[in-house]
T-cell receptor, first 110, second 115 residues
Framework: DAKTTQPNSMESNEEEPVHLPCNHS???????IHWYRQLPSQGPEYVIH???SNVNNRMASLAIAEDRKSSTLILHRATLRDAAVYYC???????????FGTGTRLQVFP | EAGVVQSPRYKIIEKKQPVAFWCNPI?????LYWYLQNLGQGPELLIR????????DSQLPKDRFSAERLKGVDSTLKIQPAELGDSAVYLC?????????????FGEGSRLTVL
């Protein structure tokens, strides 16, 4: 299973944009890039996913590098509620496995 | 619409005792997962069900852990006997199917403390 590399932690101020990076140099052509986040004392929740093109939804945007070896989750205006651990996950082929790493802990300051 | 429901939320037991966790997935979701999450770590897959069939249980410690999903709906994860190292959060998730574009919906988890 292809792996991802994320910074252990990041900080942001409220209402500022946040760019969470993820490296996945061994990604295969059929791997989708998924992002989940986990708020304190909650189960993970889906944020966004993409294959090759950039994606936008109501929660975030996903920017995927042209060679697909890296991606960036963009929170356009961070709120205190966005403080969580963010997981970048590759999911591909015919497997349904969602293999989590240790993620990036995002702190948001008022 | 109700999400994935797990119980109990918290359980404290002494080592060597048995414990069971229950999960009710979202209605209509065929795929069900049990994950284990240790403190400061990401969740790790224990077992995945397609309807009532366990299709991936390679990470389930079968000497003490067992799981079932009767009738392809609710699921139970059991540990017998529990060890100190089993203290963790046990997460249940469900999805409509096994497509790799699908979204997993997680419950709030069951936190186990083994004394």
């Amino acid at each position: 299973d292809a792996k991802t590399t994320q910074p252990n932690s990041m900080e942001s101020n409220e209402e500022e944009p946040v760019h969470l990076p993820c490296n996945h140099s061994t990604i295969s052509g059929t791997d989708y890039i998924h992002w989940y986040r986990q708020l304190p004392s909650q189960g993970p929740e889906y944020v966004i996913h993409g294959l090759t093109s950039n994606v936008n939804n109501r929660m975030a945007s996903l920017a995927i590098a042209e060679d697909r070896k890296s991606s960036t989750l963009i929170l356009h205006r961070a709120t205190l509620r966005d403080a969580a651990v963010y997981y970048c996950i590759l999911r591909g082929g015919n497997t349904d496995k969602l293999i989590f790493g240790t993620g990036t802990r995002l702190q948001v300051f008022p | 619409e109700a999400g994935v429901v797990q119980s109990p939320r918290y359980k404290i037991i002494e080592k060597k005792q048995p414990v069971a966790f229950w999960c009710n997935p979202i209605s209509g979701h065929n795929t069900l997962y049990w994950y284990l999450q240790n403190l400061g770590q990401g969740p790790e897959l224990l077992i995945r069900y397609e309807n009532e069939e366990a299709v991936d249980d390679s990470q389930l410690p079968k000497d003490r852990f067992s799981a079932e999903r009767l009738k392809g709906v609710d699921s139970t994860l059991k540990i017998q006997p529990a060890e100190l190292g089993d203290s963790a959060v046990y997460l249940c998730a469900s999805s409509l199917d096994r497509r790799n574009t699908g979204e997993l919906f997680f419950g709030e988890g069951s936190r186990l403390t083994v004394l």
